[in-house]
């Protein structure tokens, strides 16, 4: 009997730096959850994978396309928070109800121009935004889509930050990594600044 393909794929669990995994080439999400956080049950039913803009259920094989610079997001679910951010675009017709956000997978595009409407937004809703310029933030949004509360933004030419964002400026604790994953600064920021 053979033993199965191992690969390395690269997961980050906010909050954390990210971390390369050794697991099976078959293995699923929640495989790689188990992993994770050490076979507890308990936070592995606190936590969802995200992996280019999209929400991975338990059953989802591991995607072998990641990288330290895009790892699979591992994001702590805020039962306290379920209000979903409710955006009328062309593309987008449905909204999941708030029973089922845990387990809806839907982008909502970038307008250039004013047809994005929103009608309702929670303080704290999570969303993936990719720029223009090429740049990613992953994280709590406002309602007008900027970065504000907790999130991540990665900037093309490899930098990155994680931490408190106000207004689509950092704002609050944070960290910034250069291009080569080191930390460059780290402590408190005030409209962009590091204080």
Same mark, same amino acid.
């Given at each position: 009997?053979? $033993?199965?393909?191992?690969?390395?794929?690269?997961?980050?669990? $906010? %909050? &954390?730096?990210?971390?390369?995994?050794?697991?099976?080439?078959?293995?699923?999400?929640?495989?790689?959850?188990? /992993?994770?956080?050490?076979?507890?049950? /308990?936070?592995?039913?606190?936590? !969802?994978?995200?992996?280019?803009?999209?929400?991975?259920?338990?059953?989802?094989?591991?995607?072998?396309?990641?990288?330290?610079?895009?790892?699979?997001?591992?994001?702590?679910?805020?039962?306290?928070?379920?209000?979903?951010?409710?955006?009328? $675009?062309?593309?987008?017709? $449905?909204?999941?109800?708030?029973? &089922?956000?845990?387990?809806?997978?839907?982008?909502?595009?970038?307008?250039?121009?004013?047809?994005?409407?929103?009608?309702?937004?929670?303080?704290?809703?999570?969303?993936? *935004?990719? !720029?223009?310029?090429?740049?990613?933030?992953?994280?709590? *949004?406002?309602?007008?889509?900027?970065?504000?509360?907790? %999130?991540?933004?990665?900037?093309?030419?490899?930098?990155? !930050?994680?931490?408190?964002?106000? &207004?689509?400026?950092?704002?609050?604790?944070?960290?910034? !990594?250069?291009?080569?994953?080191? *930390? &460059?600064?780290? %402590? /408190?920021?005030?409209?962009?600044?590091?204080?």
């Amino acid at each position: 009997m053979s $033993t199965p393909d191992l690969i390395e794929v690269w997961a980050k669990v $906010t %909050g &954390n730096e990210p971390e390369k995994v050794h697991i099976n080439a078959n293995a699923d999400i929640d495989d790689l959850k188990s /992993e994770l956080f050490d076979r507890n049950k /308990e936070k592995k039913r606190q936590h !969802y994978g995200v992996f280019n803009n999209q929400r991975l259920s338990s059953s989802t094989r591991i995607p072998h396309d990641t990288c330290c610079a895009q790892p699979i997001l591992f994001f702590k679910v805020d039962e306290t928070d379920m209000d979903v951010t409710r955006v009328i $675009t062309p593309d987008l017709n $449905t909204i999941p109800s708030n029973e &089922n956000f845990l387990n809806a997978t839907f982008t909502i595009p970038l307008v250039d121009n004013d047809n994005t409407k929103v009608e309702h937004s929670a303080p704290h809703s999570v969303d993936t *935004i990719h !720029y223009q310029n090429g740049d990613k933030y992953v994280g709590e *949004i406002n309602a007008q889509r900027e970065p504000h509360g907790k %999130g991540m933004m990665c900037w093309k030419n490899g930098r990155r !930050y994680e931490g408190q964002w106000k &207004n689509g400026k950092k704002d609050g604790q944070g960290i910034e !990594y250069g291009a080569n994953g080191a *930390i &460059n600064l780290t %402590g /408190e920021w005030k409209d962009d600044v590091k204080i």
